[in-house]
């Protein structure tokens, strides 16, 4: 990762990310959608994984925030942000937000603003899928913000009624 510092080994998922075999698809759409000297903000940053491939990406000297309230992930978290501490500034924060695991609504709700005013680019979530037929709630709210959303692992965009499940997608602004 471009000098960037990972020393977690601790389990089998923490061991795939040094590998590189860790959601491969978020990590190639990190690389491909994160402009060097680009901003990154990883909400449930768990040990910081993503946080740094982007740091990787952007650049030494940039700035990354990475919120994560489990605190045994947060202490790895802050191990890694003190151990690239110089070449990046990584702001760690042990909060919430909103607790994203099924409350994605409420963190676009929170950054509506900044999507409409073209403030954030792209965005990678993970969506489920309600069911057989029924759109995920998050589809419509994406859309009426003037985002595209497409599925990471095909490149396509995201149509419910074909995929039984959806996954992680990247959300880009409709006009791109």
């Given at each position: 990762m471009d000098g960037v510092q990972f020393p977690f080994l601790k389990d089998y998922s923490q061991q795939a990310m040094f590998y590189g075999l860790f959601e491969p698809e978020v990590e190639m759409a990190i690389r491909s959608h994160l402009p060097k000297n680009g901003?990154?903000?990883d909400v449930g940053a768990n040990v910081g994984y993503f946080t740094a491939i982007a740091a990787s990406v952007a650049g030494s000297g940039r700035k990354f925030w990475a919120f994560e309230p489990?605190?045994?992930h947060f202490?790895?978290?802050s191990l890694f942000a003190d151990l690239n501490h110089g070449r990046y500034?990584?702001?760690c924060m042990p909060l919430a937000v909103s607790d994203v695991e099924g409350a994605e609504a409420k963190v676009l709700a929170g950054a509506q603003?900044?999507?409409l005013?073209?403030?954030i680019h792209n965005m990678i979530l993970e969506i489920s899928h309600p069911g057989h037929h029924e759109e995920p709630p998050l589809l419509?709210?994406?859309r009426k913000m003037g985002m595209r959303v497409l599925n990471l692992a095909t490149g396509l965009p995201v149509i419910p009624s074909l995929s039984p499940s959806i996954g992680n997608v990247i959300c880009t602004p409709a006009g791109c």
């Open positions: 901003c990154f903000v489990h605190k045994g202490e790895r978290l500034t990584i702001s603003r900044l999507i005013e073209n403030r419509p709210i994406l």
